[in-house]
């Protein structure tokens, strides 16, 4: 059991990195929805249902969707997208 805790400690960190290294918006929110989840399973693991809750429902779900909503309100979810294609 402890090896897995060191593992999803370790995802933590990586997803922590891996956000601010990240140039496409997109993939850093989808990077912060993972940090979240591992993260509430991370409370489950430590007993502690409720703040597992509390970091599914808020730090994957509506923050996220949040973001998503700012992303598409800025079209920078188009732009990445004509970027891409212009590839």
């Known amino acids: 059991m402890q090896v897995f805790t060191y593992i999803l400690l370790g995802f933590l960190v990586i997803c ?4 601010s290294f ?3 918006l997109l993939n850093s929110i989808l990077i912060f929805m993972s940090y979240s989840l ?8 430590l007993e502690s249902p409720d703040l597992a809750i509390t970091e599914a429902a808020v730090g994957a779900g509506v923050t996220s969707i949040l973001f998503f909503i700012t992303l598409k309100k800025i079209h920078a979810i188009m732009k990445t997208e004509e970027e891409e294609e212009h590839e």
């Open 16 to 19: 922590a990195i891996s956000v």
């Open 22 to 24: 990240s140039r496409n």
């Open 38 to 45: 591992v993260m509430s399973v991370i409370w489950i693991l």
